[in-house]
């Protein structure tokens, strides 16, 4: 039966659109299994849900890989929240400098990112770190990073009260919002302000490549120059006054 499921779910995939060959490049054939494994194990294990498949590379792959443009050659990414590994296991595969944390505390969802890591031959690179951002286990292990990313975690309030403890000095979040990003960060500049965060833009990611282009909350930790303190290289930055 969980084979006939996975077969009904491997042909309702969305077929692989154009903008994967330019954001995956050689790792175009990885990122194909990875949209397998969501639309099949995933689905199966409640971690996405059944009617994703037909739109797994348009809503879940491309909009994760767009934002690979924002880390500097060879940074370390936290992962935040990860789920089923969005947005880390695209950034990993288009991205292969980098090295990614995916952080993520519920145990059905670690045993899912353990064995995706292991198919798509990323162990040398990704770590999977089981719990939760605020967790002190989890600071020790993840903490100092240049960079930190979450995709649909918690609201902007909450995301850098998390999040900004993990970053060395003038590291840099980058937190994928949606549509929703201006609004959100209009409203909660003054809780960045208060949770150490200065700087704070709205940058967008995968311009001309993916449609819609993918708004991210770009902002730095108060704190000296530290290793990420350049802007980002992402096209189109936007500052949200
Ligand atoms: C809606 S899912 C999004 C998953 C994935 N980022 C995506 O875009 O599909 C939110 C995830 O955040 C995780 N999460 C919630 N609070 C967290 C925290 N404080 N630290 C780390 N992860 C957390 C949940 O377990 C869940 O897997």
Redesign the pocket.
């Known amino acids: 039966v969980a084979d006939a499921a996975q077969a009904t779910q491997r042909s309702s995939l969305e077929a692989v659109p154009p903008a994967a060959s330019v954001l995956f490049g050689a790792a175009l054939e990885p990122a194909r299994r990875y949209a397998e494994l969501l639309a099949t194990v995933g689905a199966e294990r409640g971690l ?1 849900g059944p009617a994703e498949a037909v739109r797994i590379w348009s809503r ?1 792959l491309l909009n ?1 890989a767009a934002v690979a443009e924002l880390f500097a050659p060879g940074s370390r990414v936290v ?9 880390g296991v695209p950034i990993a595969l288009c991205r292969p400098d980098l090295a990614i944390d995916l ?4 145990a059905r ?1 670690v045993t899912f990112l353990t064995e995706a890591v292991a198919e798509l031959g990323l162990a040398d690179r990704v770590r999977v770190v089981r ?4 967790d002190d286990a ?1 600071r020790s292990a993840v903490g100092d990073a240049p960079w930190v990313t ?5 609201p902007l309030d909450r995301l850098v009260r ?1 999040c900004l403890p993990l970053l060395a000095p003038g590291g840099r979040l980058a937190l ?1 919002k949606g549509a929703s990003a201006a609004a959100e960060l209009a409203r909660h500049r003054s809780a960045v302000r208060r949770a150490g965060g200065i700087d704070p833009e709205v940058v967008h990611c995968g311009q001309g490549v993916v449609e819609p282009d993918v708004p991210v909350v770009v902002l730095r930790s108060a704190g000296g120059s530290g290793p990420a303190s350049r802007r980002p290289a992402g096209r189109g930055g936007e500052e949200v006054r």
């Open positions: 996405i879940h994760s992962d935040v929240g990860s789920g089923a590994g969005l947005p952080v993520e505390p519920l969802r719990g939760r951002a605020e989890v979450a995709r649909a975690v918690a998390w994928v």
